[in-house]
Structure formats: C-alpha cells, structure tokens
C-alpha cells in the first residue's frame, strides 16, 4: 500500500476548528488514514515523508459554480465565433487552470456532458474532478435563450460551450430534464430567472411556472439526483422555494422574506461574487457588450447585501466564481470577497465543507478527517489573516494532492 506522511503542517480541517499546528496527516493510498498533532513517533517504513515547513494545510478547495466551456467573456458571442472544437479544445486549459489554482473539485453548472467527467477521473487530462449538469434548461426568451431579439429562427441545441435546451410548458421541461438525466449528469439545472449574458431580459424577472421547476424537481429526484436554479429575483427565489429547488445560485437581488423562504425550505445559496467583480474592473478592456455590463454592476451592487442577508437568516451558504474566460484564473477570489462579509473561516467552510454537501460528497471531500479522500493543498501564510494569497496560486500554493496523487510540489 502506498503510505504519504505529511508533517510539520498548521492544519485547518475546514469542519470549523480553530488551526492546529504540528499537525501531521497520514495518507494511504487515497485516503486519509490519520490526522494528529505533535510528535508521531515510528514512521512506517517505505512512507514518502513531505514536510510542510509549517505551511497550511487545507482540504482540496471546491468550486461550487464556474462554466468549464465559458472560454471567452461573452458567452452568447463565443457560441456564434467559435467552432466546437475549439471551444473543447479551450475548455481543456480552464480545467487545469482550476486544479492549480487550488479546487480540486468543481461543480459545473451549465455547458460540459459527461464525458469531461470521465475524461478527468481516467486521467486523460489534469483537471479538478468534476460534478456536471449538462445543457442548462430555460424558458424561451429565458436566460439559456442566447439569441438576440432581432433573430427570427429557432432555438439551436449548441454542441460545445454553455449549452442550453429551450422547454416551454410541463411536458418539455419534464423532457428536457429526462434528456439531461439519460445523459449522465450529476444535477439537473434551470433558469429561474433573468441574467446579466442573456440578450433578451432582466434581472429582477422570474422565469418558468412553478409547475414547470415541479416537474423538473420530480424528475431529478426520481433519478436520486437535485435541481439548481439560476436566480436572482426575490419572487423566482420564492417560486424555486416552493418547486422543491436544492440550490439557489447568485440570489443577489434576494429580501428579507426570499431569504424566510430558503430557510423554511432548507435550500442552499451559493453566491458569485468574483464574477461581478472582475466583470466590472476588466470591462473596457474586454470590449464587453453595455447592456450586459450594466446588469453585470446591478448584480455587483446587491452581492454583499444579499451575503449579509443569508448569514443573518443562518441558511446554508456555499460558494462559486461563475467567472467567464480570461476571468477564469480570478477563482480563488471568491473566498476572499465572500470573507468581507461572512468572516475568513465561514468563507473557507463554504468552499470547502459546505461545497461538498452540496455535491452531496460529504462523506468524501470536504474536511481534513479519517477517511476522507486525500485531496489537500498546501498555503504560504494563514489564509485567515489575508485570503487574497489564494489569488497568487502559483507561489502561494506549494502542495496539491488530488485523490491521493501528488499534482504540484514546490516544498
């Protein structure tokens, strides 16, 4: 049996637990065997010692909502100027820039088929391991809906990037949902709302009938798979609430009564604040579309509000970048926005702990504890003091295991 040791580590578990220093952590072949503090004593012979000079060490970092194929910042433009082969090709890179910067897992929701899955977990590709929900489902005219308003023809089922189906009506969601489920997702995921990217809504606009989220509640569940719903309107909340929805994404125009019904409704909320954030600094030079800027902003400027309102509710917050092409490479900032309002440990329990309920891999991902799959990585200095060092991946993040396996090793 292959034996990893790693020792001389602060040790932050991510169940909560103030750190421990001189921790040391036992691995045998993908899993965690022990966790302990102080002197160890014998080791086993054969066992490959790292010592981590008194560096973090962390659980694998989850990304609870980012777009694999989102390969440029515009992605109603990159469906119309690309090929799909290229956008494949692209969404390879983002892969792996997602393991190095520290998330060994992510949660796609909207875009890549199963096959990117798989292709990760064989080892074709480095990448973090991946929880997809396929072609997201939307309404006509709804967020999913990438055409603008002066084209006439009907909706097209794109083969690559971020991928929507069109269902309008019970019996198409019902389908729709079906279709994705035959297909191999992990979760099923629908627009309950406006967005910033779609050409042809608002914001502050609900989409789909609560009997059409019912049925693609129904369906998903049946399969033992969930739903999650994009949204930021306080009545599409509600509405989700209502359906049976698990987890609510974004939330930003969210009140204090939207906020009663996901408590009541024990659904998740996972913001995106990076998103807003780099959207709205790298505007100008990204030549980015005005319309979608300005909802881009609108959505920027409830972001912490919403936060704020969700912490004070007490509901179960994860969390997620959502960032789009270039942006990409912003995911660790995510932690260190949401810490501004939720505190630096709450941040890193939402990415981590909290990330892994929502997958529903909690058993297996999430914390530092026996048992648990070894996905682990490495920081210079306390993250919680100065969340940004997750931002500088490339020299803050000395150490990254995923599933047992040595991926990046700078100690």
Same mark, same amino acid.
Not at 226 to 235: E, F, G, I, L, Q
């Given at each position: ?6 020792? +001389? ?117 480095? #990448? @973090? ?136 409704? #024990? ?15 790298? @505007? ?18 409830? @972001? ?20 789009? #092409? ?20 709450? @941040? ?6 909290? +990330? ?35 931002? +500088? ?19």
């Amino acid at each position: 049996m292959a034996i990893t040791i790693l020792i +001389n580590a602060v040790i932050i578990d991510c169940t909560g637990a103030d750190p421990r220093p001189n921790g040391w952590v036992v691995l045998e072949n993908n899993r965690i065997r022990e966790v302990g503090f102080g002197v160890r004593g014998v080791l086993p012979e054969k066992a490959m010692v790292i010592d981590c000079k008194g560096q973090t060490l962390l659980p694998g970092l989850i990304e609870g909502h980012m777009h694999v194929a989102s390969v440029d910042a515009s992605i109603v433009n990159q469906q119309r100027c690309f090929q799909p082969s290229y956008i494949t090709i692209k969404s390879l890179q983002v892969l792996k820039d997602t393991i190095d910067q520290g998330f060994t897992t992510a949660r796609d929701c909207g875009g890549i088929d199963a096959g990117y899955r798989r292709a990760v977990a064989e080892g074709l590709v480095p #990448g @973090a391991r991946l929880f997809v929900s396929g072609s997201v489902i939307s309404q006509t005219g709804g967020h999913g809906d990438h055409r603008l308003p002066t084209e006439l023809h009907p909706p097209i089922e794109h083969a690559a990037g971020v991928c929507s189906i069109i269902a309008d009506g019970v019996d198409e969601v019902r389908r729709a949902a079906r279709e994705q489920i035959r297909r191999g997702v992990d979760f099923v995921k629908i627009m309950a709302g406006g967005g910033a990217a779609s050409p042809a809504d608002e914001l502050d606009t609900s989409q789909f009938s609560l009997e059409e989220m019912q049925a693609a509640v129904f369906e998903a569940e049946s399969a033992g798979k969930y739903v999650s719903a994009h949204c930021y309107s306080d009545r599409g909340i509600k509405l989700c609430c209502k359906a049976g929805v698990r987890t609510i994404e974004h939330c930003n125009l969210m009140t204090e009564s939207s906020a009663q019904a996901m408590k009541e409704a #024990g659904a998740y909320m996972v913001p995106t604040m990076a998103t807003y954030y780099m959207t709205a600094k790298l @505007a100008p030079e990204l030549g980015l579309d005005p319309n979608f800027v300005r909802k881009m902003k609108q959505a920027l400027d409830g @972001a912490e509000t919403s936060l704020a309102i969700a912490c004070a509710k007490g509901l179960k917050i994860g969390s997620g970048s959502d960032c789009l #092409g270039p942006m990409q490479v912003y995911k660790g900032m995510e932690l260190a926005l949401q810490a501004r309002v939720m505190g630096p440990m709450a @941040a890193l329990v939402a990415t981590t702990r909290t +990330n892994a309920e929502i997958i529903k891999q909690e058993n297996h991902l999430g914390t530092i504890e026996a048992g648990k799959l070894a996905d682990f990585i490495l920081v210079k200095g306390d993250p919680l003091k100065d969340m940004s060092l997750f931002q +500088n991946f490339e020299d803050n993040i000395t150490l990254i295991i995923q599933d047992g396996q040595l991926y990046k090793k700078l100690i």
